[in-house]
């Protein structure tokens, strides 16, 4: 038998936080403006950095990372 630990929650193997801090980190990848210069939407904004779909996505990494401080899970990126 293979060393799996399914149905060992916290002893080592995969626990719930570290799940959720993936699934967070998958997120934030997600949303992660790549490179701005292809956005034709960035191009046009010379005031914000950012078009409004960017900034939107900015904002929900700020979400995702505070919702991550509140459960206490680190977020590695
Ligand atoms: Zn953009």
Redesign the pocket.
């Known amino acids: 038998m293979p060393t799996t630990r399914a149905g060992a929650p916290g002893a080592g193997g995969t626990s719930g936080s570290q799940v959720l801090a993936q699934a967070l980190a998958d997120a934030i990848a997600y949303r992660e403006?790549g490179s701005?210069s292809d956005?034709?939407?960035?191009e046009n904004?010379p005031d914000a950095a950012?078009?409004?779909?960017?900034a939107a996505d900015l904002d929900l990494i700020d979400a995702y990372l505070a919702l991550a401080r509140e459960l206490g899970i680190e977020v590695e990126l």
């Open positions: 403006p701005p956005c034709t939407g960035c904004c950012l078009c409004d779909d960017h």
